[in-house]
Structure formats: structure tokens, C-alpha cells
């Protein structure tokens, strides 16, 4: 091969990684939560194509709720799961629907949909 090739060739890898990265692994977003006068931190994540904010930091021994919205039909998102919590929710499209827990140890914590294809992270400090 010739050098150029050689480029062309290594440009195309890069390209195809950074695409990967892009799509299924970079952060869509870090969101810290802190509570209202109510004492609960309340935080809405969107649902399409993944979670967003997919890192969401909150305190400990503080109730939680979550607002997720599913904006997609695809059927991937359809529940998501808090395996380290027992819960899951059916989310269907287009409906707020609220996933409420009290996290009482500080840990990282990952949700996900019911295949793992959608990931995202609950920072617990
Ligand atoms: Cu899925």
C-alpha cells in the first residue's frame, strides 16, 4: 500500500470509531439533581434513542423521582429497569411516567432498558 492508502485507510477506522463513540457511548448529558422545598429531587429524562440526561447525580437518603417522557415507539425503550433498586416502569410513548425511590447508599448505579441496549447512570453521593 501506499502511504496515502495507508491514511485513507487509518482516516475511514478513525472515522468509524469516533462514529461509534458518538452514537452509543458518549455521555448525553450529566445532570445534578438537588432537591425542592418539597425535599424531593425531581429530575425529567427523555427517552429517544436514549436517555437524556443519561448521568444524573443526586444525594443520598433524599426521595427521587423521575419524569421520563418516551418520545420514540421503538419498542427498545419500551421499560426501563433500576435492577440495583427493584423497579421498573413501562413507559409509554409520549406519557410523563414516574419512577420514585429513596436512595439511601451512595454508589453508581446503572439503568437501562430491557434488552441493556439503552444505558444510562445514577450517580448516588
Ligand atoms: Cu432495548
Redesign the pocket.
Given at each position: 500500500m501506499t502511504p496515502i492508502q495507508i491514511a485513507v485507510t487509518l482516516g475511514g477506522i478513525a472515522l468509524s470509531v469516533f462514529i461509534a463513540w458518538f452514537f452509543w457511548l458518549a455521555p448525553k448529558g450529566q445532570t445534578r439533581v438537588s432537591a425542592g422545598v418539597s425535599g424531593v429531587q425531581e429530575v425529567a429524562i427523555t427517552v429517544k434513542g436514549g436517555y437524556t440526561p443519561d448521568i444524573i447525580v443526586v444525594k443520598a437518603g433524599q426521595p427521587l423521582r423521575m419524569r421520563f417522557t418516551r418520545q420514540e415507539s421503538a419498542g427498545?425503550?419500551e421499560t426501563v429497569l433500576f435492577p440495583d433498586f427493584n423497579k421498573s416502569a413501562k413507559l409509554p410513548e409520549g406519557e410523563e411516567v414516574l419512577v420514585e425511590f429513596t436512595p439511601e447508599k451512595a454508589g453508581e448505579y446503572g439503568f437501562q432498558?430491557?434488552?441493556?441496549?439503552?444505558r444510562g447512570k445514577l450517580i448516588v453521593e
Open positions: 427498545c425503550s432498558c430491557q434488552m441493556g441496549m439503552l
